[in-house]
Every structure is written in structure tokens, then in C-alpha cells.
């Protein structure tokens, strides 16, 4: 069985600090992992994806995360907030077969000016 | 640009009234699966077609059904909505290519549902 927590519902930060948004896993087998982001009344967009490949994974608009396996995490780090940034983030896990995702309860990062 | 399309993006029913919800796809991609996701919670996939194969989740309700008549579309019936069905109907596709690849889903907009 898989499944993913994310710590804190709701993360605030300012504009131009770090962000950080926490993610464990649960898997039995080697997880695939993935980052989505979803703004108000829009589907999720990929960020990034670790697929047992490097273990630190960049993605887009100054996203990255790495992961750890002996900590079963993988935290979704930005060195700058940007105002755009302000969205759910939501974590999820799939199997080798990738034909199951299970998605954490999600994020919601507010930037301050 | 290639992408997921759904349609209606609002959809309302009344209480007990089926409604059909539909999504298309120019990704050509074999695998469509169809996510529930309710206010501030996480998606919760409902059911996926890996080409015409259909996989149900256990916890699934029978209230909802889906088909898949070709590669580009993909429905999902709900045979009588009840109030607690609100939500977010979230539609993904993703491209199997074998071997590990092809392993990101691709979203569309989603369809609001209201029931009244």
C-alpha cells in the first residue's frame, strides 16, 4: 500500500524568502514520486517528478525537491517565493505500473507582499 | 497545443438527476483516469482506462460509471447525483510507452459540479 502525508495545510511565507512544503511517503515497493500545483478552479500541473533516477530533481518556475529515502521524504523547496507562487501544492505517489496515483491533502502556500 | 479538454468547466444537476461528464484529449495518450476531488482535499481517483480496460477502485460508488468509446474521449456518469457528490471532477490522461516511461499524467481544467 502507498500513500503520502503532507505536513501543514497551509504554509505562509514572504515574498522573496524560502519555501518549503513537506512530503513523506509510505510504499512498499521503490516509490515514484510527484509534485503537482493547482491554482483556483484549474487542474494540476506537473512541477516534477523523482523516478529513481537523481535524486535531487529540478522542475519548473525554480521548483526543486529531493529525495530521501531514508527519511521516506521528499520536501518541495523554492529559494525565492514569488507572488505567482501562491497555489495548492499537492504530493502523490504512484507504483511501478504509474496506472495508480495517490495524492497527499495538499498545500496551500499564501506569498506575502 | 495538444491537451485535456473538459466540458461543461460548471456543471448543475439537481438532487437524483443524471449528468454526464465528458473529457477529451489530442495527446493521443492510452491511459484516462477520472478524479473526485472535493473542497480542499486531495484527488481521489475514482477510475482509469488503460486503453479499453476499465479499473474501478474498490471504494468506488456504483452511482458512478464511465465510458470510454474511443481513444480521444472519455465519460463519467453519475446515475443519480446525491448532495454529497459536489465536487471537482478532475480528468488525466497519461501516454504508456513501456519500460517505465511515459510515467506523467496530464490534467484538464476539471468540471465543477453543483447538485441542488
Known amino acids: 500500500a502507498q500513500s503520502v502525508t503532507q505536513l501543514g495545510s497551509h504554509v505562509s511565507v514572504s515574498e522573496g524568502a524560502l519555501v518549503l512544503l513537506r512530503c513523506n511517503y509510505s510504499?512498499?515497493?521503490?516509490?515514484?514520486l510527484f509534485w503537482y500545483v493547482q491554482y483556483p478552479n484549474q487542474g494540476l500541473q506537473l512541477l516534477l517528478k523523482?523516478?529513481?533516477?537523481?535524486?535531487l530533481v529540478k522542475g519548473i518556475n525554480g521548483f526543486e525537491a529531493e529525495f530521501k529515502k531514508s527519511e521516506t521524504s521528499f520536501h518541495l523547496t523554492k529559494p525565492s517565493a514569488h507572488m505567482s507562487d501562491a497555489a495548492e501544492y499537492f504530493c502523490?505517489?504512484?507504483?511501478?505500473?504509474?496506472?495508480?496515483?495517490?495524492f497527499g491533502s495538499g498545500t496551500k502556500l499564501n506569498v506575502k507582499p | 497545443d495538444a491537451m485535456v479538454i473538459q466540458n461543461p468547466r460548471y456543471q448543475v444537476t439537481q438532487f437524483g438527476k443524471p449528468v454526464t461528464l465528458s473529457c477529451s484529449q489530442t495527446?493521443?495518450?492510452?491511459?484516462m483516469y477520472w478524479y473526485q476531488q472535493k473542497s480542499s482535499q486531495a484527488p481521489k481517483l475514482l477510475f482509469h482506462?488503460?486503453?479499453?480496460?476499465?479499473?474501478n477502485e474498490a471504494d468506488t460508488p456504483d452511482n458512478f460509471q464511465s465510458r470510454r468509446p474511443n481513444t480521444s474521449f472519455c465519460f463519467l456518469d453519475i446515475r443519480s447525483p446525491g448532495l454529497g457528490d459536489a465536487a471537482m471532477y478532475l480528468c488525466?490522461?497519461?501516454?504508456?510507452?513501456?519500460?517505465?516511461?511515459?510515467?506523467?499524467?496530464?490534467f484538464g481544467p476539471g468540471t465543477r459540479l453543483t447538485v441542488l
Open positions: 488525466a490522461t497519461r501516454g504508456d510507452r513501456g519500460g517505465g516511461t511515459g510515467n506523467e499524467q496530464f
Open positions: 510504499s512498499s515497493v521503490p516509490p515514484y
Open positions: 523523482y523516478t529513481s533516477a537523481a535524486t
Open positions: 502523490a505517489v504512484s507504483d511501478q505500473s504509474f496506472n495508480k496515483f495517490y
Open positions: 495527446l493521443n495518450h492510452n491511459v
Open positions: 482506462y488503460y486503453d479499453k480496460d476499465f479499473n
